[in-house]
């Protein structure tokens, strides 16, 4: 069975990410996360629990790193 991953991978740098596209990345604990850059910073949910926040990239990359 493969992981759901919707969206594209999240680049390393936040200037190759464009509005509005859906991303993921993989947190150290092996959940798959995805994230959403809008006009005024980043929203983020974790696919396996009710785990998500909003702010601008180095909170989501901390947030990411938990």
């Known amino acids: 069975m493969t992981d759901f991953r ?3 991978p999240l680049p390393a740098d ?3 990410t ?3 596209q859906l991303y993921h990345a ?3 604990d092996g959940t798959w996360a995805t994230m959403l850059r809008e006009e ?3 929203q983020w949910r974790s696919l396996r629990d009710s785990d998500y926040g909003s ?3 180095n909170d989501m990359q ?3 790193a938990e």
Request: net charge positive.
């Open 6 to 8: 919707p969206g594209v």
């Open 14 to 16: 936040s200037t190759r």
């Open 18 to 20: 464009q509005e509005r």
């Open 26 to 28: 993989q947190r150290p």
């Open 40 to 42: 005024h910073g980043w």
């Open 55 to 57: 702010g601008g990239w």
């Open 62 to 64: 901390k947030w990411l």
